[in-house]
């Protein structure tokens, strides 16, 4: 696929034909509108209903508070991090999971970028810090996982450095999870076109325009750069301690269900209620790099 980048338009080589697509545009391309919820082959040709979504939710967000009060109980920590290209929908996710769960052993960690100070440390160093103790959820929006992705792509880390990255990463993890973490590592999958048209309506929804970034931007010509990096990562470091779990994410509240559905079914915590859980859809929600196109 060949795409040229002008200022905030960009032209795109999506199956055998070109577009263009201006980010200023107050309409929205019919191209886009047509194909986003089928890119990236999505098996649904609807998004989830609102009131049976609502419904779900509700079911699995009691079972979350049931949850936090285990860890309470029982002093136990879970972590999650939650990745993916931008405008994968990661904090609608994290504020689906999070919103009737005690802030103070609930935490949300959205670093911004490093200091000085951090960037002379050894990378993990800084994350380690927002660590869950005792009793606590911890979630991550966007993780130590930029060194797989956002900072090789966009020229922030050395060829070196990435590599080397990608060599310790496994071990760290491991780490974590013999500590007795409870680790959940979310890759939400987006498709080209939905990512264009969700660009689109933070770009021209005033509630929403702070959402579109720089960054966003100068991503729009290297969606081929950052499918390599993710491959890749999907591949490297997908282990038998810490796996991937890949979400298909073009209809968001499919995704937030089956997220939270995941997070339920991996913990025997009291009072389970299997029948509130529901069943995870295997058409939305699998494992590793076999689980995107």
């Not at 509700?58 to 920590?77: A, H, P, S």
């Not at 939400?188 to 970034?213: A, C, I, T």
Request: some cysteine; glycine content about 6%.
């Amino acid at each position: 696929m060949g795409n040229t980048t002008t200022d905030r338009s960009i032209e795109l080589e999506i199956g055998s034909e070109r577009h263009r697509f201006d980010i200023d545009d107050p309409d929205l391309p019919k191209w886009i509108e047509h194909h986003a919820l089928s890119s990236d082959d999505y098996p649904y040709d609807k998004k989830l209903d609102r009131d049976d979504y609502e419904k779900q939710l509700e079911k699995l967000q009691i079972e979350l508070v049931k949850v936090q009060f285990w860890l309470q109980k029982t002093g136990r920590r879970v972590m999650a991090l939650f990745e993916g290209r931008d405008a994968a929908g990661k904090g609608g996710t994290i504020h689906a999971v999070r919103s009737y769960m005690n802030p103070r052993y609930a935490r949300i960690v959205a670093l911004t970028k490093p200091t000085e100070t951090e960037a002379g440390q050894w990378y993990f160093q800084r994350y380690v810090p927002h660590f869950p103790s005792a009793g606590e959820f911890v979630m991550f929006d966007r993780s130590w996982y930029n060194r797989a992705g956002v900072e090789p792509v966009m020229g922030f880390c050395t060829p070196e450095q990435y590599e080397h990255f990608l060599l310790q990463v496994p071990n760290f993890e491991r780490l974590i999870v013999e500590d007795g973490v409870i680790f959940f590592k979310f890759w939400l999958n987006l498709g080209q076109e939905m990512q264009l048209k969700r660009f689109h309506d933070r770009r021209h929804d005033p509630l929403k325009v702070w959402k579109l970034s720089p960054m966003d931007i100068a991503a729009l010509s290297k969606w081929d750069d950052y499918t390599v990096k993710r491959d890749r990562m999907l591949n490297q470091t997908h282990t038998g301690s810490a796996p991937w779990t890949v979400v298909k994410s073009n209809d968001k509240r499919r995704a937030r269900v089956n997220v939270i559905r995941h997070i339920l079914q991996s913990i025997d915590y009291d009072e389970k209620d299997d029948k509130a859980i529901g069943k995870i859809d295997e058409r939305i929600l699998g494992h590793g790099s076999g689980f995107v196109a």
